[in-house]
């Protein structure tokens, strides 16, 4: 029997490597606090992941400017440390979320780490303003083809309406949404539009920092995990 993958047309998987320790996935320790742009990925099998794992390397070596923080690795039993989590947010301009798309959501971890973090009186809520003022980017690596997402594709509607609760919660947060960085076709594409996407990422991870308005002090708050 034919079987059928409703996401897109699989390709073999190649297993890679996890990161090495060296690399972005630097667990919940707070080392420095200069840092801007916060890279939050949410991949439960970063070890079979093609493609994030590509983008996530493709950036490691801005760390001058980023704080990695690699949730799966840091909460496999996913107990949250919901204080460090908002101190680490608090911390921090620029909120980049990574993931794979699974079920026209984000990974199970990610959802609940919104769910812990993300509260009243700290998120939303007339106190809770923590996060007033930063910028939000997804970005979703999805199995489904450019043309999945259209009104006559498999999953019917674009990728911007799969992403609305997430705009939706930085709307609510005092967030800025930044325009979503997609990658399509993941079952598809080879080692070279994988280089490719992870230069694209790069580009725009820079190009966001450098549009950062400058400031002379580091964030008040700042703790030791
Ligand atoms: C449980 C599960 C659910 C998925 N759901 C979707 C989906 O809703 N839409 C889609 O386009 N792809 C879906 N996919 C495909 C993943 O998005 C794809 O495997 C991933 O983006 C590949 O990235 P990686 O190489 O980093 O693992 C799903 C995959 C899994 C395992």
Redesign the pocket.
């Known amino acids: 029997m034919k079987s059928f993958w409703p ?2 047309r699989r390709k073999r998987v190649i297993a890679k490597p996890r990161l090495a320790a060296s690399g972005p996935s630097g667990g919940p320790v707070l080392e420095r606090h200069n840092r801007r742009m916060l890279l939050i990925l949410a ?1 439960p ?2 070890q ?6 590509a983008l996530y390397a493709a950036v490691a070596d801005m760390a001058d400017d980023v704080t990695f923080h690699d949730l799966y690795e840091s909460y496999a039993d996913f107990s949250i440390d919901v204080e460090v989590e908002q101190q680490r947010l608090a911390d921090h301009d620029l909120i980049i979320l990574q993931f ?6 984000t990974p199970a971890l990610l959802k609940e780490w919104l769910d812990m973090v993300w509260l009243h009186g700290f998120a939303y809520g007339r106190s809770g303003t923590r996060l007033h003022g930063k910028t939000l980017l997804c970005a979703v ?4 083809e450019p043309e ?2 259209t009104p006559s594709g498999s ?1 019917r509607f674009p990728i911007a309406e ?1 992403l609305r609760p997430m705009e939706a919660t930085a709307y609510l947060c005092g967030l800025a949404w930044a325009e979503p960085f997609i ?2 076709d ?2 598809q594409i080879d080692d070279a539009g994988i280089a490719i996407q992870a230069a694209r990422y790069r580009k725009r991870l820079a190009e966001l920092i450098a549009a950062l308005p400058v400031t002379n002090s580091a964030p008040a708050t700042a703790t030791a995990a």
Not at 100 to 105: L, T
Not at 141 to 144: A, K, L, V
């Open positions: 996401f897109g991949h099998a970063l079979r992941s093609r493609v994030n794992a794979p798309m699974y079920w026209y959501a690596t999805t199995g489904g999945a997402y999953n799969f990658i399509h993941t079952f």
